[in-house]
């Protein structure tokens, strides 16, 4: 069964302050990595897919990027318009689940002035 | 603006009362999906539709039904509600199955089952 695990479940942070949230993840061949932004009463919105170990790729403040068992998301600098719930979510390269995104908890990010 | 428009925003049902929740994408997107949000278990499959004409149960599909009624909407159903339903729900959609280039998601719906 596809798992992913968001650590940690909330995050606060000063403004300026550079973290990193994670993404744990076990399936049985990965086809991609996605991480989602969510704000309060409104729907995931897309930020990044990774398909590969190695891979990374940048956003303004935001870059994320995949290793074989985990993923992070390093935010540099934050301000407070950052504030919002990530999640990462994981698809299967194939199987019977191969069309549908496992998606993690999130982690809650607070970015303070 | 482009993207994924679902209604209502907000419903309150009662125990064994029945509704639609509609869904409509204007990016000629091929695939589309149902999902549900709980506070605590994140967001979970009921349906999706790989393409216009198909629909296929997901995680979570017990006490939904769904219609591809073309190529832009996809409609969810509960036939009789049960205070389990209470959650939100986002509508999504994708180029192609499995949206390896990013699920587009409405802004859902809050819906309550008293």
């Known amino acids: 069964e596809d798992q992913v695990t968001q650590s940690p479940e909330a995050l606060r942070l000063q403004e300026g302050e550079s973290s990193s949230l994670n993404c744990s993840y076990t399936v049985s061949g990965l086809r991609g990595l996605f991480w989602y932004r969510q704000d309060p009463g409104k729907g995931p919105e897309f930020l990044f897919t990774?398909?590969?170990a190695g891979e990374e790729k940048e956003k303004e403040r935001l870059k994320a990027t995949l290793t074989k068992k985990e993923s992070f998301l390093h935010i540099t600098a934050p301000k407070p318009e950052d504030s919002a719930t990530y999640l990462c979510a994981v698809l299967p390269l194939a199987g019977a689940g191969s069309y549908q995104l496992t998606f993690g908890k999130g982690t809650k990010l607070s970015v303070i002035p | 603006n482009a993207g994924v428009t679902q209604t209502p925003k907000f419903q309150v049902l009662k125990t064994g009362q029945s509704m639609t929740l509609q869904c409509a994408q204007d990016?000629?997107?091929?695939?589309m999906y149902w999902y549900r949000q709980d506070p605590g278990m994140g967001l979970r499959l009921i349906y999706y539709s790989a393409s216009e004409g198909t629909t296929d149960k997901g995680e979570v599909p017990n006490g939904y039904n769904v219609s591809r009624l073309n190529k832009r909407e996809f409609s969810l159903r509960l036939e009789s509600a049960a205070p389990s339903q209470t959650s939100v729900y986002f509508c999504a959609s994708s180029e192609m199955t499995g949206g390896t280039y990013g699920y587009t998601f409405g802004s859902g719906t809050r819906l309550t089952v008293v």
């Open positions: 990774l398909y590969s």
């Open positions: 990016m000629n997107h091929n695939s």
